[in-house]
């Protein structure tokens, strides 16, 4: 089971950028999916980004066209660069590993702690 660690958040103001990253204990290339999801207060967890070990990517409608996941084999991390940042944006972002396609549906897997994001002026 992968161990993952989430780093980068912090306090930005509306149009910022910030980039996230995941830290995997170990190699993530065997890994399905890797995804970044995002829980806002009182609002439920959803999935934002997501790359499958392909290599090929996908977006939330609310993210698509500003937030871009990237991976580091080399050094077992994914990444979540975050542009053009919203109030909106504001959630605690948490990184996902899930080994097998069904994993990832389910949303199981390796989870790690979490980063807070906040995006106000």
């Known amino acids: 089971q992968v161990q993952l660690v989430e780093s980068g958040g912090g306090l930005v103001q509306p149009g910022e950028s910030l980039r996230l990253s995941c830290a995997a204990s170990g190699s993530i290339d065997s890994i399905y999916a890797m995804a970044w999801n995002r829980q806002a207060p009182g609002k439920q967890r959803e999935p934002i980004a997501v790359?499958?070990?392909?290599?090929?990517?996908n977006y939330a409608d609310s993210v698509k066209g500003r937030f871009t996941i990237s991976r580091d084999k080399a050094k077992n991390t994914v990444y979540l660069q975050m542009n053009s940042l919203k109030p909106e944006d504001t959630a605690v972002y948490y990184c996902?590993?899930?080994?097998?396609?069904?994993?990832?549906?389910?949303?199981?897997?390796?989870w790690g702690q979490g980063t807070q994001v906040t995006v106000s002026s």
């Open positions: 790359i499958t070990s392909d290599g090929k990517t």
């Open positions: 996902n590993a899930a080994a097998r396609r069904m994993d990832y549906v389910a949303g199981s897997g390796s």
